[in-house]
């Protein structure tokens, strides 16, 4: 069928919305009409050609949720007219990283991302003259519809509009799992969050609902911590204004227990090492590009800081959803205040543009308004 879709037809010119061939579903897979789908630094790094050679062309978006509109043979969790998010590692439950429960590293899921395919290695999209086109993320989402494998399609309750239950499939998931599921912050803890976009206001968010004390909030864009402030943030800190590391330092009295780097550069993460107290860990969640390397003055090891990653917030999707959902249907959980911009389809180049700026939170591309459930709100 003929749909139209958010196109990268090469690193570094604009995304193209155009008229693309995607075939059914096939067996264990499923067939969904977009709702919303956020854009995600991810994105930008992909769109940018900073995540290596042989990435495009490709169909973009990873954060999204829609309707069901067909499955294929074999699929039984979800029926057309269920509402669904998306999981951009739908986890094959029986590699060596699975089966030891860490399904976000799932190593067929991982190598299936990368080559921009569905989990049988081959690819439902194409363009008209017949060229394969990637999926972006195993999702693909800025488009009309999507064909994703089956462990990809998570069910949410139909209360959710689902132009907020979109974030939850990058944003709140990474963000709220660095923190539950990879750090283990405890109330009383220290916190310090650098980069407060799409990602690091959930992880702002994650912490508050941990209990830390203290959160300080680092960027550049005062109208992103103006945002960490009203997300549970108790300190906000520009670091165009000075020595970020020595103010973070000072306002927790020799360095934080958990430092999250959210941004993705190796000035960044540096910062996150240096505003750490012996012992204390640094979280990297940003996205680096390739060949971006970091280095560490290797004495404070003796201190024992250490530093590590978080791949998709170390979580368990499918088991944890609901959790985050219940937070929402409760109230402990916002959404909708980390949109600052909305968006038709055609909107994701200037999307993309927006976050290669540093500007905004998240944009949310209601690829179907009316399903999306956006049109019934005033912003
Ligand atoms: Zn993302
Ligand atoms: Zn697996």
Request: charged share 20%; aromatic share 4%.
């Amino acid at each position: 069928m003929r749909i139209r879709a958010a196109v990268l037809h090469e690193p570094a010119t604009p995304v193209v919305v155009e008229e693309v061939e995607l075939a059914p579903p096939r067996d264990s897979e499923v067939l969904v009409r977009v709702a919303a789908a956020g854009v995600c630094h991810s994105d930008v790094r992909l769109a940018d050609g900073e995540l290596g050679a042989g990435r495009w062309p490709i169909v973009l978006g990873h954060e999204g949720a829609g309707v069901v509109e067909a499955v294929g043979e074999g699929v039984t969790h979800v029926r057309p007219g269920d509402h669904v998010v998306f999981s951009f590692v739908p986890a094959c439950g029986a590699c060596r990283t699975c089966r030891a429960g860490r399904p976000n590293l799932c190593e067929p899921a991982g190598e299936r991302g990368v080559a921009g395919t569905l989990m049988d290695g081959t690819s439902r999209l194409s363009l008209p003259d017949g060229t394969v086109l990637q999926h972006g993320l195993m999702t693909a989402c800025f488009a009309e519809l999507a064909v994703v494998d089956a462990a990809a399609a998570v069910p949410l309750p139909r209360e959710l509009p689902l132009w907020q239950a979109a974030l939850l499939g990058c944003g709140v998931v990474t963000g709220i799992g660095a923190v539950r599921n990879t750090a283990r912050v405890r109330i009383g803890e220290t916190v310090c969050v650098i980069g407060c976009g799409g990602v690091g206001l959930q992880v702002i968010a994650g912490a508050r609902l941990a209990g830390a004390a203290l959160i300080v909030a680092v960027d550049r864009d005062p109208a992103k911590l103006e945002l960490a402030l009203r997300r549970g943030a108790t300190h906000a800190i520009d670091v165009s204004t000075g020595d970020a590391a020595a103010a973070v330092r000072k306002l927790s009295e020799g360095g934080v227990d958990h430092a999250f780097e959210v941004v993705g550069r190796a000035e960044t993460i540096r910062l996150a090492w240096d505003v750490l107290r012996p012992g204390a860990t640094a979280v990297v969640v940003g996205l680096a590009p390739k060949g971006v390397e970091v280095s560490l003055p290797a004495i404070e090891f003796l201190s024992e800081k250490a530093i590590r990653g978080s791949y998709y917030g170390s979580a368990n999707v499918v088991a944890e959803l609901p959790q985050l959902v219940a937070f929402v249907a409760d109230g402990r959980l916002e959404l909708g205040e980390v949109v600052s911009h909305v968006a038709g389809l055609d909107g994701v180049e200037a999307a993309l543009e927006r976050l290669r700026r540093g500007e905004g939170a998240r944009t949310i591309i209601t690829v179907d308004p009316a399903l999306a459930g956006y049109q019934s709100v005033a912003r």
